[in-house]
């Protein structure tokens, strides 16, 4: 006869559990923050019922207005809601890692071939494959999110303005404005006088300023190549709104083309196989640490991959642990919990200019939009898993 688990045990058994299935999403969800948005309401939501749809919208508006990588900080969330920061920890560890581990492998194979660079050819249909995957993100936000007349003009206005202007700094203007419109318009209710918030932890801000500071300075004065990689990176994750497709071109500007750390040739090849590459899209971070060191070896380049990946990740978790137990009491008052529709509204707006965006670059010919409507075809009307998706795409280049 077997031993009855503890409440301890039978609790570890559901963390090993849904650490599973944040690898299996870790390995799957390919396409950026706003496609995994989509990946996570299907498995964690409707599948495992990990937690609600309402609770999943909520932590996704939170960490819409937070910089640094969206789907890492959401997602990092949940672990944090389910089992605190210990859980929270595992989960960012468990989504960040196979990413990264393939941008770092690839970066070292890459810089250190001795004949010349690969042709990237048969990663020519992973660009107008990508826009599929966005095409289908904007029409999943569109079906959760917009319900309301005024949820489309939110949309319609913050896609527009994000087309035409394009600057990175107008996203949280844009979801600010969303949430302020939307409380506006939704409340009718008698507001009750806001209880004191409880439990702040100001020890996790105080060290995502300290290690700002801290990194700013060893850098500057030792001028280390590690130390002003991480500087570069903490920076760039502290300040960054609107996911990694605004880290990669300013990263473009700082490691290619102002401190020469890398050659164009190099970052655009990195580029391409990020597209093939699931998880977080600043797992580029990684690849751009290690190509940068390439100069002091094998171990150097490690060193490298490690101090860029953990770099870019870390002043956004520090932000989660210090907003999300705030947010905990914050959401249940009715201006935040009447902001949270148009901040999801101006979400859907943007997911579709970033769409636009990534087509841009794409050559108008019939094999690309062939691509870009199947793909957009096998998401809407099939169950073919993305990895799928992005292997044949791979392998028709290689074909063709």
Not at 250 to 263: A, D, S
Not at 282 to 288: I, L, T, V, Y
Not at 306 to 322: D, E, K, T, V, W
């Amino acid at each position: 006869m077997s031993t009855p688990l503890t409440r301890g045990q039978f609790q570890r058994f559901r963390n090993r559990l849904f650490l599973m299935d944040i690898l299996r999403l870790a390995l799957t969800a390919f396409g950026g923050p706003q496609v995994h948005y989509t990946l996570f309401q299907k498995r964690l939501v409707e599948k495992k019922k990990y937690l609600t749809e309402e609770q999943l919208k909520e932590i996704n508006s939170l960490c819409a207005m937070l910089p640094g990588p969206t789907s890492t900080q959401t997602i990092t969330a949940v672990g944090f809601m389910r089992g605190g920061p210990t859980l929270a920890f595992f989960t960012l560890g468990v989504w960040i890692l196979p990413g990264s581990i393939l941008m770092g492998a690839f970066a070292i194979i890459l810089s250190n071939m001795s004949q010349g660079h690969p042709k990237l050819e048969f990663l020519r249909y992973l660009q107008p494959m990508a826009s599929g995957f966005l095409i289908y993100a904007a029409i999943k936000f569109i079906q959760l999110f917009v319900v309301k007349s005024y949820h489309w003009v939110l949309l319609i206005l913050t896609a527009v303005v994000g087309i035409v202007i394009g600057s990175p700094w107008l996203i949280p203007v844009m979801l600010l404005i969303g949430g302020i419109s939307s409380s506006y318009i939704n409340n009718r209710e008698r507001l009750k006088a806001p209880e004191p918030i409880k439990h702040i932890r100001w020890d996790n801000l105080l060290l995502f300023l300290g290690i700002f500071v801290l990194a700013a300075i060893v850098g500057v004065v030792s001028q280390n190549r590690f130390f002003l990689l991480f500087e570069n990176f903490y920076r760039y994750g502290s300040i960054i709104f609107g996911g990694g497709h605004v880290l990669i071109p300013l990263m473009f500007n700082q490691f290619v083309g102002y401190k020469h750390y890398m050659e164009a040739s190099d970052f655009l090849a990195g580029v391409g196989i990020l597209q093939a590459i699931p998880g977080p899209v600043f797992s580029f971070a990684g690849f751009a640490g290690a190509v940068s060191t390439k100069e002091f070896g094998y171990l150097g380049q490690i060193i490298g991959w490690l101090m860029s990946s953990i770099a870019i990740f870390l002043p956004g978790i520090l932000l989660i642990f210090f907003v999300y137990p705030i947010w905990d009491q914050l959401k249940s008052y009715a201006p935040v919990k009447n902001a949270i529709e148009g901040i999801n509204a101006a979400s859907a707006g943007l997911v579709i200019s970033s769409a636009y965006l990534l087509f841009l670059p794409v050559e108008v010919n019939e094999e690309n939009m062939l691509i870009l409507l199947a793909t957009l075809f096998l998401l809407l009307s099939t169950k073919v898993p993305s990895p799928i998706i992005v292997i044949s795409c791979i392998v028709l280049g290689v074909i063709i």
